[in-house]
């Protein structure tokens, strides 16, 4: 059974001819009644802080849990948008490549078709330069030939003489038949 400080101030002893001084025991079941009780109010605020230190560490400590599952969280998406950010890099490096490698196949291709074209414009000048030289040589045969007098010697001179010798003229639009 608990003892509250009312029933120590209500608490009376016997009495006897020859005990104690009443206002004496009086005055300490006073004081001490006193000290009874405000040590249960000091008890009782103490379990009340205890109570709510307690249902404050139970809020921390969930927290803190929430806090470290976001962190928990947090660091893995961190870790999945770099991963992510790596794999989107080497994509976006990977066609910088091939796009890089199309572009320089390409322009070696245009490269090999001027080369050709170069060959064949060289083959046509060298062909050409031989028919304008064979022509020159012609003309200057023909006018050594002239110079000279005589007939040509050349058949083929001979059958182009010929044939411009025997085209019939051309009219004049004022000449009719």
């Known amino acids: 059974m608990r003892i509250t400080p009312l029933d120590i101030r209500n608490h009376s002893f016997p009495r ?11 005055t300490f079941v006073r004081m001490l009644a006193e000290d009874y009780e405000a040590t249960l109010r000091e008890s009782q605020a103490l379990r009340d ?26 660091q893995q998406l961190s870790s999945d948008l770099k991963e992510t950010a790596m ?9 910088a490549e091939i796009q890089g490698e199309k572009v320089l196949d390409a322009a070696h291709r245009r490269a090999a ?10 083959h046509l000048r060298v062909r050409l330069a031989a028919a304008i030289r064979s022509t020159i ?10 110079a000279e007098g005589g007939p040509a010697e050349d058949p083929e001179l001979e059958r182009r ?15 009719e038949p």
């Open 16 to 26: 006897r001819v020859s005990g104690y001084d009443r206002e004496e025991v009086d």
């Open 49 to 74: 802080r205890v109570n709510e230190l307690e249902l404050r560490i139970q809020e921390l400590t969930a927290s803190e849990r929430l806090l470290q599952e976001t962190l928990t969280t947090a």
């Open 87 to 95: 794999k989107e890099a080497e994509l976006m490096i990977s066609e």
């Open 113 to 122: 078709r001027l080369a050709e074209d170069i060959r064949e414009m060289k």
């Open 137 to 146: 040589e012609t003309h200057l045969g023909l006018l050594d030939s002239l």
């Open 161 to 175: 003489i010929a044939v411009l010798g025997h085209r019939p003229r051309e009219r004049k639009a004022s000449e």
